[in-house]
């Protein structure tokens, strides 16, 4: 029996479909991301949500990747000498790292492979366009998204074009920026992984990503929307001040619109341009604001179902947007979650429509300000003489009441300025602030 290689994204759905745990991971997803890599596991899931589209497309999975590195022999001491390799030893790793991308890409994608790869592109009909993106084991995760570490190829036509950016999908798990990333976040280059996902291309009217907490402040009622005209690439890439729009309780609070002066698009014959945008566009926002709340509400409905805040890249085509991926925002710190302190039911992430909570650092205050071990939280929580919660190994007070209150507001203001100064500063600075 033919083993195989190629599975269709909507094959990965119906894997993933027993799967309602709420959290970015769980013991499914990350069977199925062994299979498929993390960016796969999670678009099958996407493609699960109602309401939410999914270019369609095949994944080629990481036992694919596992023939070509065992078809390369010499591939074995390459990594070796890799792994001794430290994050700071950039030109070494340059240099090795570039070996091994030569050699994936030399090694021919076995026949087997390439066959099923064939017969999956074919049911789309001659001409169609794709997009070729990588799915590493180790991306897209809670705790390292590896966001840009590895390559995507846009608007790929013809079948040796897709085998050849599949090889080089491949080779990219070793670029430079990717096994640095590796090092820094004490994953193995052993242990990963590459599959690869091929999507039919969408040509959008304009793209960005969505942050269903805002990045900046961490405030998870409040989702950023960024947007450009034309594929996301020029945002990405950083070549492009997009719009920002800023969305809380399906109302834009506030919106800047960026001079939009470039922008990605897709060629007739297969490959991106970079071209200058029309100068009576530059000023136009990219989207409606109706558009804007509009995704958010999407956005949301992600979020739900991954279980946390999401990091959403999406495009805007004939009316409908379309999710090219999500995954968790790993740079947010964690909300402090209720304890055994008799309002469990109670959340504090503002998202149950309450008021605000505002939380002080305890650690802080005694210029403790490492996260401490669970024996350390565990004796603070069962001897203080108020509730504590706990967020990101460190303990907090919340003091909402009484810095709501005008009759106790003074005291709790001199207690954290004899404590810190600047605790002071923040909760006056809080204090101020409108709504």
């Known amino acids: 029996m033919t083993e195989q290689y190629v599975l269709d994204l909507q094959e990965i759905h119906a894997g993933e479909a027993g799967q309602r745990t709420g959290g970015a991971g769980g013991a499914e997803f990350d069977r199925t991301a062994a299979l498929v890599g993390g960016k796969a596991a999670g678009l099958g899931r996407l493609a699960g949500i109602e309401g939410v589209r999914v270019p369609g497309g095949f994944c080629v999975m990481t036992h694919a990747f596992r023939r070509v590195l ?49 017969r999956a592109l074919a049911r789309d009909g001659e001409g169609t366009a794709y997009a070729v993106r990588s799915s590493a084991t180790a991306e897209d995760l809670p705790t390292a998204s590896f966001a840009g570490q590895q390559d995507t190829y ?44 091929v999507q039919r291309m969408v040509f959008p009217r304009a793209a960005g990503v969505l942050f269903t907490a805002d990045p ?41 619109t960026g001079a939009k002066e470039r922008a990605v698009h897709a060629l007739p014959g297969g490959g991106v341009r970079e071209e200058a945008v029309a100068a009576e566009l530059r000023e136009r926002p990219a989207l409606t604001r109706a558009e804007a709340v509009r995704l958010v509400r999407l956005g949301r409905r992600i979020e739900e179902r991954f279980g946390c805040p999401q990091d959403i890249e999406w495009c805007l085509a004939d009316g409908e947007f379309q999710i090219v991926q999500s995954r968790p925002v790993t740079a947010l710190f964690p909300v402090p979650v209720p304890g055994d302190t008799g309002d469990e ?3 504090t992430d503002g998202t149950d429509g309450t008021d605000y909570r505002v939380y002080v650092s305890v650690g ?28 990101g190994g460190r303990l907090f007070v919340d003091v909402t009441p009484r810095l709501a209150s005008p009759a106790s507001r003074g005291a709790l203001l ?8 600047l605790v002071r500063d923040a909760l006056e600075t809080v204090l101020a602030r409108e709504g």
């Open 70 to 118: 065992a078809a390369a022999p010499s591939l074995g001491g390459l990594l070796d000498r890799l792994a001794r390799l430290g994050p700071d030893d950039g030109e070494a790793v340059r240099a090795l790292g570039a070996e091994i991308r030569r050699t994936v890409e030399g090694t021919a994608v076995p026949d087997d492979i390439a066959a099923q790869v064939s």
């Open 154 to 197: 846009l608007n790929v036509v013809g079948t040796e074009a897709v085998l050849a950016h599949i090889s080089r999908c491949w080779a990219s798990l070793f670029t430079e920026r990717a096994v640095v990333y590796r090092r820094r976040n004490g994953i193995d280059h052993r242990g990963v992984r590459m599959a690869v996902v």
């Open 216 to 256: 900046v402040t961490g405030d998870r009622r409040v989702a950023t929307v960024e947007a450009a005209f034309g594929l996301g690439e020029a945002l990405v890439s950083g070549a492009v001040n997009p719009d920002v729009f800023r969305v809380r309780d399906n109302e834009v609070v506030s919106e800047t």
């Open 345 to 347: 039911e109670q959340r």
């Open 364 to 391: 802080h205050q005694q210029m403790m300000t490492d996260p401490m071990k669970a024996l350390g939280l565990s004796v603070w929580r069962l001897t203080a003489m108020v509730p504590m919660r706990v967020a």
């Open 414 to 421: 001199d207690l954290m300025g004899r404590g810190d100064p």
